[in-house]
């Protein structure tokens, strides 16, 4: 009995990793990358993107994500690009790398598609350092560092015609890793199979350039998330853009939640985005929302403008 609360702790995070286990964004429709590889090289310049997302302020141990991407065209048919990221939700945490090699296909003159594959790691940890549990005299309790590192690969395409509109899909965790976070001697001794899968995800986005006059735009977007045993997600963006300096725009969640966006550029080379997340009903009164802040550099030729 005395291994009940750990096996508990497992089995509940054998459930989080078959269901929601990439992080969530509500700039996706800036930092593109972050969902679809195969948008590297559909600008002809590099990008640098960041972004850093609190979860559910106010309530202990909710997710912090951290992502770092770069990513642009190398020649006239091949986009390169690469991320690094950090999700942590409270004692356990995910972490790892990618490159990325996209190509892409003219299918006319005005529309491309481009085909991708990333490549890389995925580290899973659960740190057991200052757990507060029922039996702290359990052995299998004491202060272990769990960690698993698996490989990882993101299959993606997208359609596209440049600075007009973009539809896309994404399959992340293609590989479904297993994952082994307990010992040998522990898992033979239950019945039930604890070691948990990278589930492969699939990811559609989309988005729209209207342009309303030569000093406003209007780009909705859509991205549709679905996994294996929990209900598909989607989100519904509108971004309005002015003299290509300012955004406003809004999100809207099908499970209630909503979002406020806003940004700048700078010398048409830096950008800063911040979104802040209200909550749908069964949350809002015990978080005070979620706060996203994301800043971009771009290494742009003299002749290109940022759309």
């Known amino acids: 009995m005395k291994k009940i609360n750990l096996l508990y702790i497992l089995i509940s995070l054998t459930i989080t990793v078959s269901s ?4 969530q964004l509500s700039q996706y429709m800036i ?4 969902v679809n590889p195969a948008v590297a090289g559909m600008k002809d310049y590099y990008q640098i993107k960041t972004s850093v997302r609190n979860q559910w302020v106010g309530i202990n141990d909710a997710p912090k994500t951290t992502l770092l991407s770069v990513y642009g065209r190398s020649s006239d048919n091949v986009g390169l690009g690469g991320s690094v990221f950090n999700d942590q939700v409270g004692p356990t945490s995910r972490a790892g790398a990618s490159l990325t090699y996209a190509y892409h296909f003219k299918l006319s003159p005005f529309i491309k598609l481009s085909l ?3 490549g890389g790691f995925t580290q899973f940890k659960i740190d057991k350092q200052g757990w507060n549990v029922a039996n702290a005299g359990d052995p299998l309790m004491d ?3 769990l ?3 698996v490989p990882d690969a993101t299959f993606g395409f997208n359609l596209y015609s440049e600075d007009k509109w973009y539809i896309g899909c994404a399959v992340p965790q293609l590989l479904n890793s297993q ?4 010992d040998d001697d522990f898992a033979n001794n239950v019945s039930r199979d604890l070691d948990g899968s ?6 559609v986005m989309g988005l729209y350039n209207l342009d309303l006059n030569p000093y406003w735009d209007l780009q909705p977007s859509i991205l549709f998330k679905s996994v294996t045993s929990v209900p598909s997600q989607f989100d519904i963006g509108i971004k309005t853009i002015y003299n290509e300096k300012f955004w406003l725009g809004m999100d809207y969640r099908n499970n209630g939640d909503m979002s406020a966006l806003l940004g700048f550029y700078i010398q048409e080379r830096y950008m800063i985005g911040y979104s802040y997340d209200i909550p749908n009903s069964d949350l809002n ?3 005070n929302g979620s706060h996203e802040f994301m800043f971009g550099l771009t290494f742009q030729p003299s002749t290109t403008k940022i759309r």
């Not at 930092?31 to 972050?34: G, H, R, T």
């Open 285 to 287: 009164q015990y978080t």
């Open 179 to 182: 994952l082994s976070l307990i």
């Open 116 to 118: 991708s594959l990333s």
């Open 147 to 149: 960690v698993d590192l």
């Open 31 to 34: 930092n593109d990358f972050s």
């Open 20 to 23: 929601q286990q990439l992080p």
């Open 143 to 145: 202060g272990d560092v």
């Open 198 to 203: 990278l589930t492969r995800h699939l990811y």
